[in-house]
Nanobody, 115 residues
Framework: QVQVVESGGGLVQPGGSLRLSCVAS????????VAWHRQAPGKEREWVAK???????DYPESVKGRFSISRDIAKKTVYLNMNNLEPDDTAVYYC?????????WGQGTQVTVSP
């Protein structure tokens, strides 16, 4: 069993920053592909950052230069640093870990960008 728990969401003003955390627990160890996705009301879920097992990050154009994914392997934790946030970044942010041949999702954490 693998559990995934996100935290760090909240209310932030436009131009502000947030750091999300994603902690994996259970029968998991080593390195594995991870990703952050988000879903805004009325919209489909979309990916905003991913990192391969070897640590290579990738981002869609919509967040490139503003978002940064990183990990602490020993702590089984993945981070998403978000800078220069915009109202369109408002969404529930989900962490996804690929392990044991399938995706494991967290419950999500709300990020609201508003004056």
């Amino acid at each position: 069993q693998v559990q995934v728990v996100e935290s760090g969401g909240g209310l932030v003003q436009p131009g502000g920053s947030l750091r999300l955390s994603c902690v994996a627990s259970g029968r998991i160890s080593g390195v594995y592909p991870v990703a952050w996705h988000r879903q805004a009301p009325g919209k489909e879920r979309e990916w905003v950052a991913k990192m391969s097992s070897n640590g290579s990050p990738d981002y869609p154009e919509s967040v490139k230069g503003r978002f940064s994914i990183s990990r602490d392997i020993a702590k089984k934790t993945v981070y998403l640093n978000m800078n220069n946030l915009e109202p369109d970044d408002t969404a529930v942010y989900y962490c996804k870990i690929f392990y044991w041949g399938r995706d494991h999702w967290g419950q999500g954490t709300q990020v609201t960008v508003s004056p």
